[in-house]
């Protein structure tokens, strides 16, 4: 599927060219992507708190296909299509909810129980051969990875463990509390923009002292001469210390000491998952760009705080400032870069490979886009 103009040379960064501009609006290359990345990759759901109660449910979907994450009556998480197995009728249309007794389908009543089990199927008794437990619903693979639960729809997929060596024992150096989280907030927001448009803007300091004044406030708030990003293979992470002589932070006083570690901490998840946490605040941020079309994402934030201690001003506003300050000045990037992607007078630029000022360095850039090739070439 790979036509001339889309073959690229990615062997070296620091004088090669970036991936060509067809891979941010063809349609081919958005198959592909969504047969090699997404079909076979870990698709983060939720937090296991969200699991509490028997019946609590969340359903992802992914393209087409939709999956349900339901907390059974033994505290068990489970994953499993959004699929009636009499005609196939979608189950559930919300994002979250409770079943409550059993899950009903709204076509003909098939009911199925938390377990995924068919319970009852009205007038089925007049059919021949007809055993109940065969029309079960049908598992999707799930794993709780540092908290969080994941779906795949892949059954050879790695392990999240496999996939991302060392990342959990990260996550747990500096979010605060990866067990014991709750659910705050989560927004969701259509980007007309390809996924990884967003994906780039988010993994290179180039542009926070070059762009819009919220990324500048964001920029001294840390000490960004430490800013490191770095890859790990199918993980990387971008951090920074807090700036030590900071007074305010989103419109608040920082008085004093905060939580775990007040870095700016950010760790993304192949291909598509970020767990990050601002300075000074006690939260753990999702960014988690959904493709949907090859020009348009769905950007859902999500925002979780311990749940055992009550929410700082300075958080609450750190939350406020992501949803009304930062977040629309990257997302208003995420537009122009796209637009300007499409030009007759562009195919392809050259990453800002610094290895003396690494903190403005677009080496992860260059590292998410090898891997979103070798994905696709296969
Ligand atoms: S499609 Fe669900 S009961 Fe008929
Ligand atoms: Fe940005």
């Not at 700036?243 to 305010?248: R, S």
């Given at each position: 599927m790979l036509t001339k103009e889309m073959t690229w040379d990615y062997s070296d960064p620091s004088t090669g060219f970036s991936l060509p501009a067809p891979y941010f609006y063809d349609s081919r290359v958005f198959e592909e992507e969504k047969r090699s990345i997404f079909m076979k990759c870990w698709h983060v759901v939720g937090h296991v708190n969200e699991f509490r109660e028997a019946g609590s449910f969340v359903c992802q979907d992914i393209f087409e296909q939709s999956v349900i994450v339901v907390a059974d009556r033994e505290g068990q998480i489970r994953a499993f299509h959004n699929a009636c197995q009499h005609r196939g009728n979608r189950l559930i249309n919300e994002r979250r909810g409770k079943i409550p007794a059993v899950l009903r389908c709204a076509y003909h009543s098939w009911c199925y129980g938390l377990d995924g089990a068919l319970r009852a199927a009205p007038r089925s008794e007049c059919l021949k051969n007809f055993d109940k437990t065969m029309f079960g619903l049908k598992p999707v693979r799930l794993e709780i990875f540092a908290g969080f639960v994941y779906v795949t729809l892949d059954n050879d997929a790695k392990s999240l463990a496999e996939m991302a060596p060392g990342a959990e024992e990260e996550m747990r150096r500096f979010l605060p509390d990866l067990d014991n989280l709750k659910l705050v907030e989560e927004v969701d927001v259509i980007v007309p923009a390809n996924w990884k448009v967003i994906q780039e803007n988010s993994i290179e300091g180039y542009h926070f002292d070059l762009s819009g004044p919220v990324h500048k406030q964001l920029a001294a708030l840390i000490d960004f001469k430490s800013y490191r990003l770095t890859p790990h293979g199918e993980w990387w992470t971008y951090m920074a210390p807090p700036?030590?002589?900071?007074?305010?932070a989103y419109g608040q006083p920082i008085a004093g000491a905060t939580w775990q570690t007040d870095w700016f901490f950010n760790i993304g998840l192949w291909p598509n998952t970020t767990l990050y946490c601002f300075p000074f605040t006690d939260m753990v941020g999702t960014f988690i760009m959904i493709p949907l079309e090859p020009e348009k994402s769905l950007l859902r934030f999500g925002y979780y705080a311990p749940d055992h201690r009550p929410i700082p001003e300075l958080t609450k506003s750190a939350i406020a400032w992501m949803n009304q300050e930062l977040g629309p000045e990257d997302i208003a990037l995420n537009v122009s870069n796209q637009k300007g992607l499409h030009s007759m007078g562009f195919h392809q630029g050259r990453y800002l490979i610094d290895e003396q000022h690494v903190n403005q360095s677009e080496h992860l850039v260059h590292h998410f886009h090898k891997l979103c090739y070798q994905a696709i070439r296969g």
């Open positions: 700036n030590a002589g900071a007074k305010t």
